[in-house]
Structure formats: C-alpha cells, structure tokens
C-alpha cells in the first residue's frame, strides 16, 4: 500500500514557475514507477509526465516537453513536477500516481493516486 499526498500548488502568473512535490508512504517507494496527471474542469484527466524507479527514465506530454521536470528521491520517498513558463492553459488539479511495472503514460496502470493540488495560471 503507498499513500500520496501532493504539495506546492497555488497561483502563478503567466510565465512563472512553482515547484509540485508528493510525498510518498512506505518502504516501496523506488520500486514504483511515478507519474503526474491534471484535470481541467470539464475536461479528462492527462498525463503530464513519468518516471521510473531510479529516475534514469522519463517520458513527458508534448504540452510538458521543454518547461516540465519531473524527478525524483528514493531518500526522501518524494516525486517532484517544476514547472517552468506556465501558461493558463496549464490551470488543472495536479495528481500523482503510483504504478508498479514498465514506465507509462496510462491512467488505467497506476494503482495509487493522490488527492490532487490545485495549480491555477493567471494570464
């Protein structure tokens, strides 16, 4: 069992940056591949970008490639999501998630999800 909770969302203006993070519960940590997901209202839920166990692999959202990090800290059981230049189009509910196995940008394979943060871009 791994309990996620997320950290560090808020209101930035076009252009700026903040930094995500989600704590992560349990032993298991670095085995788990982790992602971050957002919802837009009305819209579904994507993914913004993965990592796998040791951070040596990571696959972004075209929307994400080139202003998005996503890394991580086995030591600390935390993943993090720096977002650079952001745009309101950006504007969503950040989740992280947990998935054992090969890295992946599929909801349906991440067995463990966080609450959300709320991330909003002001234009």
């Known amino acids: 069992q791994v309990q996620l909770v997320e950290s560090g969302g808020g209101l930035v203006q076009a252009g700026g940056s903040l930094r995500l993070s989600c704590a992560a519960s349990g032993r298991t940590f670095s085995s788990y591949v982790m992602g971050w997901f957002r919802q837009a209202p009305g819209k579904e839920r994507e993914i913004v970008a993965a990592i796998n166990w040791n951070g040596g692999s990571t696959s972004y959202a075209d929307s994400a490639k080139g202003r998005f990090t996503i890394s991580r800290d086995n030591a600390k059981n935390t993943v993090y999501l720096q977002m650079n230049r952001g745009k309101p189009e950006d504007t969503a509910v950040y989740y992280c998630?947990?998935?054992?196995?090969?890295?992946?940008?599929?909801?349906?394979?991440?067995?463990?999800w966080g609450q959300g943060t709320q991330v909003t871009v002001s234009s």
């Open positions: 998630a947990a998935a054992r196995g090969r890295l992946t940008g599929r909801s349906s394979d991440y067995d463990y």
